[in-house]
């Protein structure tokens, strides 16, 4: 392994000159320039140019014939046009980049008079001979014309291969990998790195409005060292810009219930259900072919009960519309009285098939501002912000067969902003350099519902036979507050055959959080006659709960990840049909240090970090014809260390938060619905968690990676 990282970073070394490839977030233009008799010609002179975007880059090919364009913004309407003395001028008109794109042409120069003129005409290639990895785009005519539930922009991405949802949370899952992903938006990191997983997370309506968006560039497999922080999958979103023509849209979505089935868990009942988006777009140029500016404001209002309903063989009858009496047993020394029985049916009942009240409301903003002052500088700059409210909204779906639409909500909600300011200057004609910054801040609060708790045990959670019927243990909450700044720099030339790029990425992320789960305390009850005997007229302090668990300490958790990156790769036009890219990356994350740990146990002070995360890329191409083209590659990929991990570390550790878990017969349980002031003195568990070294053979395998974290429980008085 050792030797072909040197063989990697040596050949990049030996290269004599560079350039970029399609950059995040942008599209690039490449090509070999021969004559008739399939000679290269050094010294053309290639112009790209979009007049709607006031976009004109000059490049000369190399003494291979080889030029490049990178950096460009993607879009429709591009022409090219390439001249040398002695030769027909040679000109294709009207051609498309996306996102992540380099458009490869075959230029081919016949002599004649300068004043001559070929005329191609622009056409999809049937295959793109230069692509060395799995990438698809979804464009703008998909976006725009393909039916989309809810207008989740971000679904569509669900269209391209080896991509799906992982059927559980409904996140978006690369060959079964759904927490290990990349989310970028014009090409800066938007990924929430707290659950690594898109912004905003599921429930909510949409982070990005769907009018606001060009294209999805999505890498599946084998994509460029250019990108990391995944070892799935990355999803490029590029937003609109303005044109030197004036463009507006106004959109106005409506949906009800009246064409949809009944939920299949629902006993035919179908809840009222309405949902209005309404929104309107405006660009154009401030300065023709200098300055141009593109907004969009959208607002949705959306009204979902959710059915709260109790299907439970111990609790309910077959279909959940009441609980049998023969469930409670009555006398005896196990047994409750028949007024405790009777309340304690009628607690659970006032629970059953109740529709909760549920709405959503969201706005979303986005405004971007693209100036080009010269050919050689052109500065872009924009900011979205969202804003999703949502009483009762925890839970999303439509039935609830545990409760939980009662017993496990709570009101939601989500504020996401994200910034990004991009400088793009022609160094040389062949040599181009990036700055990007990015602001990415993205909040989930949850505040609990304390309308939805049983006006007799208030905040308390408890379980009766598997069923929650008491109040959430996880509300109120923020988990998190996550802000990031990023800062990168690419810089690329062209010489020779080869297409090189180089680059630094630097990011910091600050994730807050602030929750005590299960601070109110919890009982769990194995049957209904159990509850009943402890639920009312108990004047005997009788204790008949399997368990009781409480947790004490800290709610407030400040986690600061930094980390910095760096790539080169090579692109190496072997022949007009065979090319080769081979590159390094170097991804090096600084974790923060437990500010509280257990003496005892000297791994809970810190947290193992690795310094060998070094991933080679190497992928190739080889076009047989037009229509048939071969690739092949091989990579090391690694995801991020999720906010998330770190904070079950911090909260394990034995200090920071600690739980009592007590049975009925241990001193100092108490008697439903109390719950303790204090656990100091109580017997409990203390659950240890910290980072622990691979072994020699897995050190081997995962190249030193700390590649999992140990935890172990330990009885004592807390």
Known sequence: ????????????????????????????????????????????????????????????????????????????????????????????????????????????????????????????????????????TVGKEQIDDLPINGRRVDSFVLMTPAVTNDGEFGLISFRGIAMGNAFLTDGNDTTNSFYNENAGRTRIGSQLSQDAVQEFQVLS??????????????????????????????????????LEAADRYSGGVKAPEWRHTAGASVGGPLKKDKIFYFVNFDYSNRNFPALNRILNNALSDPTGNFIPASNCTIGGATGATQAQCTAAINFIQKQMNVVVPRTYNQELGFAKIDWRPTERHSFSFDLNAMRWVSPHGIQTQAVLTSGNALANNGNSTVQDKYGKALWTAV?????????????????????????????????????????????????????????????????????????VKFGVDFQ?????????????????????????????????????????????GNPIKQLRTTDINFFAQDTWKLSKRFTFMYGVRYEKAWLPEPTLSDPNWPQTGSLRQSSKNFAPRVSLSYALDDRTVIRAGYGMFYARIHGNLLDTIFLGNGKYQTGISLSPSQAGAPVFPNILSSGSGLPGNVLMRYFRPCSQSLQRIQRGRDCRYWSIAAGESV
């Open 1 to 136: 392994m050792h030797k072909l990282l040197t063989l990697c970073v040596c050949a990049l070394l030996c290269v004599s000159a560079m350039f970029a490839q399609a950059a995040a977030g942008l599209g690039a233009v490449s090509g070999t320039v021969r004559d008739a008799s399939g000679a290269t010609v050094p010294g053309a002179t290639v112009v790209v140019a979009n007049d709607a975007k006031g976009i004109r880059r000059t490049v000369t090919t190399t003494d291979a014939g080889i030029f490049g364009v990178p950096a460009l913004v993607p879009a429709s309407g591009y022409s090219i046009k390439v001249t040398k003395q002695g030769f027909n001028d040679y000109e294709v008109r009207d051609f498309e980049i996306n996102v992540g794109q380099t458009v490869d042409f075959r230029v081919g120069l016949q002599v004649g008079a300068a004043t001559a003129k070929v005329e191609v005409t622009a056409e999809a290639p049937m295959v793109e001979e230069t692509k060395t990895g799995v990438t698809s």
């Open 221 to 258: 497999n084998g994509f460029s060292a250019e990108f990391g922080r995944a070892m799935g999958g990355v999803i490029n979103t590029v937003t609109k810009s303005g044109t030197n023509d004036t463009h507006g849209t106004g959109y106005w979505f409506f949906r009800n219930r009246t």
């Open 427 to 499: 160094v040389t004609p062949n040599a181009v350099n990036e700055l990007r910054f990015g602001w990415f801040k993205d909040r989930l609060s949850d505040p609990a519902s304390s309308d939805l708790w049983p006006a007799e045990t208030g905040p308390l959670y408890f379980t009766v036979a598997g069923t929650t019927v008491g109040a959430a243990q996880a509300y109120p909450r923020t988990y998190p507050s996550e802000n990031r700044y990023q800062l990168a720099d690419n810089y690329s030339l062209v010489k020779g055959a080869h297409t």
């Open 508 to 552: 910091t992320t600050l994730d807050w959080t602030n929750q005590l789960f299960n601070g109110s305390g919890a009982y769990s009850y194995s049957n209904l006659t159990n509850f009943a005997r402890d639920f009312s007229g108990n004047t005997g302090g009788v204790k008949s709960y399997t368990s009781f668990t409480q947790q004490f």
